[in-house]
């Protein structure tokens, strides 16, 4: 078997083995019964780098809350971002309603079918595109996730990362014409549930037989995992991205219907433990980049400010959008 080489036969082979394994393991997700563009964009945004089972209730919530694109268009900003908590990453929750928005002012309120139009949207790249093209309209199209491109890597070119135009045309090339729905959701259980990155399931895999990568895939995943060292990036809870958090998550908690917002000098105990003075500048720095993103927003601004003047700083008042 030729890696890369997807001949007629062997591309039914390959549909005739995941048809059959997505038929005996696919999980019930609630984003499976429908096929509204809209609900399905925010089961796709909420996916995003989050697990299916974290997802669940934030799904169902969100939609009882806003139904409809139109509804979330027209919702205040900090209400969705209120609602977001606890799922993290939360410029999404920004991005999903910029993308709302988009729909109603630009579409009428009818979501585009095709990708090309889809990844006008704000926010919404080429996997989110061909997602809701193919899981709303059911369209034949190819998209790749991290989980779907590790799937046609290892099988179409074997274990080393062939180039992402190669990937994406076999992946294409493998889309059952009038299947697109189907195919692409048993793409997506199958890297989840099978062929998984660090313990694929090679023993009982029905692609074992067409898989370029399934000779080399065992040593190559344990040379891998031997030659992984210890990191020496900072903790998490040392990170921006932690700070950022936690100042969203601070906001949350003001009255919903309080636009005067928090003092900066309030605010930062709330943030970082043994926080200071000193620490306003810092502070300053973060809400300004969350102010960028649509995550919070200056409520009051302090007079201009010099070195040494943090006491000045600490009047900055901030709230969510």
């Known amino acids: 078997m030729e890696n890369g080489a997807l001949s007629p036969d062997r591309i039914a082979r390959i549909r005739a083995g995941l048809r059959q394994w997505f038929a005996e393991n696919a999980r019930d997700l609630p984003w499976r019964r429908t096929r509204d563009p809209y609900a399905i964009l925010v089961s796709e945004v909420m996916l995003q780098q989050t697990q299916v089972d974290r997802v669940l209730p934030y799904y169902e919530r969100f939609l009882q809350c806003f139904p409809t694109v139109a509804a979330l268009a027209a919702a205040p ?3 969705v971002i209120r609602l977001w908590s606890g799922l993290g990453y939360n410029r999404r929750a920004v991005n999903l309603q910029r993308a709302a928005k988009a729909v109603v002012d630009e579409h009428g309120g009818e979501f585009p079918a095709d990708p090309a139009i889809l990844r006008t949207l704000p926010g919404i790249g080429a996997y989110t595109a061909g997602a809701v093209a193919a899981f709303a309209f059911e369209r034949d199209v190819a998209f790749l996730d991290t989980n779907m491109r590790r799937v046609v890597n290892r099988v179409v070119f074997g274990a080393d990362p062939a180039p992402e135009a190669k990937v994406l045309e076999a992946a294409q ?3 059952p014409p009038g299947e697109g729905w189907a195919w692409n959701q048993a793409l997506i259980e199958f890297g989840a549930l099978q062929c998984t990155a660090r313990r694929p399931a090679c023993v009982v895999c029905p692609l074992q037989s067409e898989c370029a ?10 040379a891998n995992a031997k030659a992984i060292r210890p990191s ?6 040392q990170t921006s991205r932690y700070f950022r958090g936690r100042i969203v998550e601070a906001l949350r908690g003001l009255p919903a219907h309080d636009e005067s917002g928090i003092d900066l000098s309030q605010l930062g105990p709330q943030v970082r433990e043994g926080f200071s003075a000193a620490d306003l500048p810092w502070l300053r720095g973060l809400v300004d980049g969350l102010q ?8 009051e601004e302090s007079p201009p400010y010099e070195a040494g003047e943090d006491a000045t700083l600490s009047r900055t008042r901030v709230r969510l959008p």
């Open 77 to 79: 900003t900090a209400e």
């Open 292 to 299: 960028r993103d649509g995550l919070a927003v200056i409520a």
């Open 232 to 237: 020496s990036s900072a903790p998490f809870e």
């Open 213 to 222: 990568a399934f000779p080399v895939v065992q040593t190559v995943l344990a």
């Open 173 to 175: 090339a493998l889309v």
